[in-house]
C-alpha cells in the first residue's frame, strides 16, 4: 500500500473524529497513481484543494470497515463494478445528490439512488500475435477452441478484469456453459496465469504464446512506452464479440464515503472528475474510453476502430460476481 503527498492518515484518525473544517480531499484508490495523479494535480491546481491519495490494489474496503466512523476517507476509486457495489453492500458509502454528475453520467453509468458513479468504460480486448495475420473476426468463445491449445495467456482468474468477464459470461450464457468455456479457456493455456496484462502482450512478443487478454488502454499505454512499444508492436488489438454480443465492458467508478469528514470538497472532486476536462484526460492521457459521452476517445484509441459493446447491465457483472469466482475455483483455473 502506498502513501503519497502530504497525507498522515494516523494522525488524521484523531483529527477526523470530530467535523473537520480541513479544505482537503482525501482518497482510497485501487487505480494505479500513474492513471489518476494527473487528474488530482490539475483538480488541485484549479481549486486550491489539496488531494491526498492511499493506493493499493486490495484490502482498501476492510480498512475502512476497521476505521468505522473515524476513517478520514472522503472519496474511493476503483476499478471495476464488483468493488463499487461492494462499498454499497457493506454500508460504506453515502448518496450523492448532484445535477452536475447526473447530467455528465448517463444513467447506465450510476446507481438511481446516487451510491456509486462509473468514470471510465474498460473493453476486455483479445490480443493476437502478428506473427499470424489479423483474424477477420474473434469471440471469448474462441478462448475455449482446442485449435488454441497451448497458445493462450492471461493474468489470474481471480484478478477483477477476469473475474468481470466470466461474470459477464455467467450473466449471458449460465453457470453450466461458463464451466464448460472455463475448462476449455484453461486447456489451452500456454502456461499458469500470471503477471499483469502488459506481462501478457510481453509474452506473446516473446513467443510464449498467440493470444492474450487485456484491457486496451494498457496498449495505447504500451504504444507510449519505448521500452514496451516492440512488446505493443508484436500484437493485434481486436474487439471480442463483435459478430455477437459485443465485447465485454466494465468501469471504473467512485463512491463518497459513508464517513467522509470532508464531503463538500469531496463532491467537488466527483464532479471534476465526470467534467468535460477531467473525463477528456482520461481519454488523452489514460487512453480510456470516456463515460461522459461528450467528451471523445483519443486519436490513438480512435485509431482502433469503432467497436459493438455488450449492452448487459453492468450491474450484472457484479450481481454474478460470487458465482464467477466459484466457477473458477471448481475447475481450479489459476493452478
Known sequence: MKLTKSLLLTACIAATASVSAANEV??????????????????????????NVVFADKGLTERLQREGRLSPADVVLTTDISRLMELVEKDLSQSVDSEALDNTIPD???????????????????????REGKPESISYDDLADP????????????????????????????EERTKEWLEGFKTNLARRPQGNDRAQVRAVSEGVCDLALGNSYYYGAMLNDAEQREWAESVHINFPNQQGKGSHVNVSGMVLAKHAPNKE????????????KAQATYAEVNMEYPVNPAVPVSELVASWGEFKADDLPISKLAENYSTALRLLDEVRFDL
Do not use: H
Request: proline share 4%; glycine share 6%; net charge positive.
Open 265 to 276: 470538497s469531496a463532491v467537488k472532486l466527483m464532479e471534476f472528475l465526470a467534467s468535460d
Open 26 to 51: 482525501n482518497v482510497y484508490s485501487y487505480r494505479q497513481p500513474f492513471l489518476i495523479e494527473p487528474l488530482f494535480e490539475e483538480f488541485s491546481r484549479e481549486t486550491g484543494i489539496p488531494v
Open 108 to 130: 447506465q453509468f450510476r446507481d438511481p439512488d446516487g451510491q456509486w458513479f462509473a468514470l471510465t468504460k474498460r473493453v476486455r480486448n483479445i490480443y493476437t500475435t502478428r
Open 147 to 174: 485449435k488454441f491449445k497451448g497458445k493462450i495467456c492471461t493474468r489470474s482468474g481471480k484478478n477483477a478484469y477476469n473475474v468481470g468477464l466470466v461474470a459477464s459470461y455467467v450473466a449471458n450464457y449460465g
